[in-house]
């Protein structure tokens, strides 16, 4: 069984920064990708950015050049350093981790930018 734990979420002011970390179970190098997805309230689920276990990342283009994803190997984490942040990257974020064809989520943390 894998668990994911998410934290680092809060309020903050548009233009302001948060750091989103992610507490695995597993080795991290059990995982074959890593992500964080959100979910506005009234909207779908989207991928918010992903890492591979060879460390490539991808991002969704609303938050290129502002978030930054990133692997803790030695402390079996993952984080999203959000900087510039808008009132429409208000959401739950979602750590997920897939191994193989399976994929893990966590609960979730939310994230409330003000205007």
């Known amino acids: 069984q894998v668990q994911l734990v998410e934290s680092g979420g809060g309020l903050v002011q548009a233009g302001g920064s948060l750091r989103l970390s992610c507490a695995t179970s597993r080795n991290i190098f059990t995982f074959n990708a890593m992500a964080w997805h959100r979910q506005a309230p009234g909207k779908q689920r989207e991928l918010v950015a992903t890492?591979?276990?060879?460390?490539?990342?991808n991002y969704r283009d609303s938050v290129k050049g502002r978030f930054t994803i990133s692997r803790d190997n030695a402390k079996n984490t993952l984080d999203l350093q959000m900087d510039s942040l808008k009132p429409d990257d208000t959401a739950v974020y979602y750590c997920?981790?897939?191994?193989?064809?399976?994929?893990?989520w966590g609960q979730g943390t939310q994230v409330t930018v003000s205007s």
């Open positions: 890492i591979s276990s060879g460390g490539t990342t």
């Open positions: 997920t981790a897939r191994i193989y064809w399976t994929d893990y």
